[in-house]
């Protein structure tokens, strides 16, 4: 397994539309297992294929132990409405409030290309649905009013000179803590 390098905001792949998987080969296996483990280095608790310079429809999960790798996953239901702060592994230190469904039952394809259905609510709800965003080109400061979004990117102005190429190369002093630590979220996806 790899820890792959982070696209973070900029990067066009961000913006871009992925593609459904047709069929999960050991190819799609290979990326769900460097996807999991950069998500750990990054103490993430999600991580989509283009926030890795992917472009297939793969995200995964790991809410509190909830493990998920999904292919081609859709929201088929959602109920409730709820705002919640959300950060994201591909805009680093920026946060904000997101309001979301709070329920939501999720259709993917696991790991071994069997379809399932995953209902969930608080936090891996929001999870799978950045997740899902993501995998459409959606961001979660695309959510925020017009005012709290100004000042993000202005924060953002300035954090993004840490990210030549719009890459973010974890070290590996950051790495072995984040791989050591029982809990190592920050909650970011
Ligand atoms: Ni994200």
Redesign the pocket.
């Known amino acids: 397994m790899s820890v792959l390098p982070i696209r973070v905001l900029g990067d066009p792949i961000l913006r871009e539309e992925t593609a459904v998987v047709a069929e999960v080969t050991d190819d799609v296996r290979k990326l769900i297992d460097d996807m999991f483990e950069t998500m750990y280095a990054a103490a993430g608790i999600?991580?989509?294929a283009p926030?890795v310079g992917r472009s297939e429809r793969v995200a995964v999960v790991d809410v509190d132990g909830e493990k998920y790798a999904l292919v081609n996953p859709e929201v088929s239901t959602s109920s409730g409405r709820g705002k919640t702060e959300e950060?994201?592994?591909?805009?680093p230190d920026i946060h904000g409030d997101v309001e979301r469904p709070t329920r939501v039952t999720v259709r993917a394809i696991d790991r071994r290309g069997t379809p399932f259905e995953v209902s969930a609510e608080g936090l891996l709800a929001r999870c799978f649905q950045?997740?899902i965003d993501?995998l459409h080109g959606r961001?979660?400061i695309d959510y925020l009013g017009p005012f709290k979004r100004r000042s993000a990117m202005n924060q953002w102005a300035r954090e993004r000179e840490r990210y030549p190429n719009n890459i973010r190369l974890l070290t590996p002093a950051e790495i072995a803590k984040n791989l050591k630590d029982d809990h190592p979220h920050d909650e970011?996806?």
């Open positions: 999600g991580l989509a926030q950060g994201c592994l591909s805009i950045h997740e993501h961001l979660f970011d996806m």
